[in-house]
Every structure is written in structure tokens, then in C-alpha cells.
């Protein structure tokens, strides 16, 4: 039995084979959920109606609880068993091969057809891929072939393994024929996985382009960003938008100091009247005094 996660969720179609039927609603109607849920209203409301009324409300809720749930696993069991028999009649017919019939096939042979949806699924959720850079693909062809001839490569595997020790000259040449067409399928088999490998590689390869033009894009998004700040910046500074500034004058520095130096005039003629020893060194008296 196969262990690997991948091939046991899958199913391999054939190009335009028709898939089992679906019932959404029976479907949803049957699922353990849903009867689970009904079962519980019905018997919660019989708790209630017995609580209020009658103790026989809650036998007559229990009894409907239980019919619900025989209701929907009746109804369960018959979709199964529908889409079991369309399964079936789509792998006589050669159109479906089932991730059970994969499962037991050879490991030699197993292995082909998880390499190929490995490489599948890694192109189909690639960002070139969902992003359209690969156009449309569908690989259901390349997966029902690849599949359908491990199945195939395993029973003729199987099929020599009995005849080998045969000694009848019809069962040597039937398996002498069987090698040859069993290495023929084999080569072609890993032929195709390696083609589906490669093309994941490209897909990997075109993610990685997108992620360095977004990287890229980034880049000269923020620096464009910082390009009009310091512009603006710029412009406030030097350019059209800078107030007119103009270099001040000396007028209120000159100001101050006529004011100071009168302010010293005053208050050295007022010391010299009170008789204080006036030292002149300010006021334009004080300067005079200096030049003489």
C-alpha cells in the first residue's frame, strides 16, 4: 500500500470521460453533520415539550431523533454506493484509474506517477501559473496516461514474474516479449514524468523572475517615493514655493545700541548731580571722553 499523501487524494481521468453523478443537496442532507444536528433539535425540543406538557413528548422527540439518523445513513450509503458503481463502470470502460489501483501497483512503478503530480501540482500553484503567465493548462492527459500505463507496467511485471518459471516455450517467448514491452513502457514513462519535472522547473524559474521584478518594482517604488520627498523638500527650500526672503538690515540693532548709549548719558549726568564717581566708559559722552 502506497504511503505517500499525494496519490492517495487523486483519481486520474481521461480526457472527456464523464464523471460519477453529483447530489449536492442529498449530499449535504445525508452528511453526519447535518442528521446530527436534526436528531438534536428534535430531541431538544422534546425535552422541552416534555418539561411543559407530558413525559411522552420526549419518547415520541427520541423516536423521530433516531429516525432522522437512520434517515441519513440510508440516504449516505445509497450515494456511495451510486458513485461506487460509476467508478466502476468508468475503470471497465478505461476511463478512470483510482488512487487504490495506483496503490498497489510496484513501487518501481508507483513512483512515476507521484513524481508526475508532485511536478503537477507545483506548476498548477506556481504564481506563473495562476497568474497566467503559462496560458491554459490541463495536465489531466499527461496524469491518465502516466498512471494508466503504471497500472499497465505493473500487471506485465506481475504476469513475468508467473511465467518466469515456466519452462514451456510459448511462456518464454510470451516473456521475452512482455521484458521488451515493459522496458519500452518504463522508458517512455520516465520520458514523460521528466518532461512534467522540467516544466515545473520552469515554473519555479519564472516564480523566481516575478519575485525579483516585484523585489525590483519595490525598489523603485520607495525610491521614487523618497525622490519626491526630497524634492518637495527641495522646493520648499530653494524653489518656487520659498518665501522671499531677504537679507535684514542693521536698522534695529543700531537702534538698540543709540538707545543704550543715551540710557549711559543720562545716567552719568544723574550720578555726577547725586556726586557719585562716574567712571565714562559708555554713552557717546564716554566715547567722546575716550577719542580726547
Same mark, same amino acid.
Given at each position: 500500500?502506497?504511503?505517500?499523501?499525494?496519490?492517495?487524494?487523486f483519481?486520474?481521468?481521461?480526457?472527456?470521460a464523464?464523471?460519477?453523478?453529483?447530489?449536492?443537496?442529498?449530499?449535504v442532507?445525508?452528511?453526519?453533520?447535518?442528521?446530527g444536528?436534526v436528531?438534536?433539535?428534535?430531541? /431538544?425540543?422534546?425535552?422541552?415539550?416534555?418539561?411543559?406538557l407530558?413525559?411522552?413528548?420526549?419518547?415520541?422527540?427520541?423516536?423521530?431523533?433516531?429516525?432522522?439518523?437512520?434517515?441519513?445513513?440510508?440516504?449516505?450509503?445509497?450515494?456511495?454506493?451510486?458513485?461506487?458503481?460509476?467508478?466502476?463502470?468508468?475503470?471497465?470502460?478505461?476511463?478512470l484509474?483510482?488512487?487504490?489501483?495506483?496503490?498497489?501497483?510496484?513501487?518501481?512503478d508507483?513512483?512515476?506517477?507521484?513524481? /508526475?503530480?508532485?511536478?503537477?501540482?507545483?506548476?498548477?500553484?506556481?504564481?506563473?501559473?495562476?497568474?497566467?503567465?503559462?496560458?491554459?493548462?490541463?495536465?489531466?492527459a499527461?496524469?491518465?496516461?502516466?498512471?494508466?500505463?503504471?497500472?499497465?507496467?505493473?500487471a506485465?511485471?506481475?504476469?513475468?514474474?508467473?511465467l518466469?518459471?515456466?519452462?514451456?516455450?510459448?511462456?518464454k517467448q510470451?516473456?521475452?516479449?512482455?521484458?521488451?514491452?515493459?522496458?519500452?513502457?518504463?522508458?517512455?514513462?520516465?520520458?514523460?514524468?521528466?518532461?512534467?519535472?522540467?516544466?515545473?522547473?520552469?515554473?519555479?524559474?519564472?516564480?523566481e523572475r516575478?519575485?525579483?521584478?516585484?523585489?525590483?518594482?519595490?525598489?523603485?517604488?520607495?525610491?521614487?517615493?523618497?525622490?519626491?520627498?526630497?524634492?518637495?523638500?527641495?522646493?520648499?527650500?530653494?524653489?518656487?514655493e520659498?518665501?522671499?526672503?531677504?537679507?535684514?538690515?542693521?536698522?534695529?540693532v543700531?537702534?538698540?545700541?543709540?538707545?543704550?548709549?543715551a540710557?549711559?548719558d543720562?545716567?552719568?549726568?544723574n550720578?555726577?548731580?547725586?556726586?557719585?564717581?562716574?567712571?565714562?566708559?559708555?554713552?557717546?559722552?564716554?566715547?567722546?571722553?575716550?577719542?580726547?
Amino acid at each position: 500500500m502506497s504511503s505517500d499523501p499525494v496519490g492517495e487524494r487523486f483519481e486520474y481521468y481521461a480526457v472527456g470521460a464523464p464523471r460519477p453523478r453529483s447530489r449536492p443537496v442529498l449530499t449535504v442532507v445525508s452528511s453526519p453533520g447535518a442528521a446530527g444536528v436534526v436528531a438534536a433539535v428534535c430531541v /431538544a425540543a422534546a425535552l422541552v415539550a416534555a418539561s411543559m406538557l407530558h413525559l411522552g413528548f420526549l419518547l415520541a422527540g427520541a423516536f423521530v431523533a433516531m429516525i432522522v439518523l437512520a434517515a441519513g445513513a440510508w440516504l449516505r450509503e445509497g450515494l456511495e454506493n451510486e458513485q461506487a458503481s460509476d467508478k466502476r463502470l468508468l475503470v471497465e470502460s478505461g476511463y478512470l484509474v483510482t488512487h487504490s489501483e495506483v496503490a498497489l501497483c510496484d513501487k518501481k512503478d508507483r513512483k512515476p506517477v507521484e513524481k /508526475a503530480r508532485s511536478a503537477v501540482a507545483v506548476i498548477t500553484s506556481s504564481e506563473a501559473a495562476t497568474g497566467g503567465w503559462l496560458g491554459d493548462i490541463d495536465f489531466t492527459a499527461d496524469l491518465f496516461w502516466i498512471a494508466s500505463s503504471a497500472v499497465e507496467a505493473s500487471a506485465m511485471q506481475e504476469l513475468i514474474t508467473k511465467l518466469k518459471p515456466s519452462r514451456r516455450a510459448s511462456d518464454k517467448q510470451a516473456v521475452s516479449a512482455g521484458k521488451v514491452w515493459l522496458d519500452a513502457r518504463r522508458k517512455k514513462l520516465d520520458e514523460r514524468v521528466k518532461l512534467l519535472e522540467d516544466a515545473a522547473k520552469h515554473a519555479r524559474a519564472v516564480d523566481e523572475r516575478l519575485r525579483r521584478q516585484q523585489e525590483a518594482s519595490a525598489r523603485l517604488a520607495l525610491r521614487d517615493e523618497e525622490s519626491a520627498r526630497m524634492a518637495g523638500l527641495r522646493t520648499r527650500l530653494v524653489g518656487n514655493e520659498r518665501p522671499n526672503l531677504v537679507e535684514p538690515s542693521n536698522e534695529a540693532v543700531e537702534a538698540i545700541r543709540a538707545r543704550a548709549e543715551a540710557f549711559y548719558d543720562v545716567d552719568a549726568i544723574n550720578r555726577r548731580v547725586a556726586g557719585d564717581d562716574v567712571v565714562d566708559t559708555g554713552g557717546v559722552l564716554g566715547w567722546l571722553r575716550r577719542r580726547l
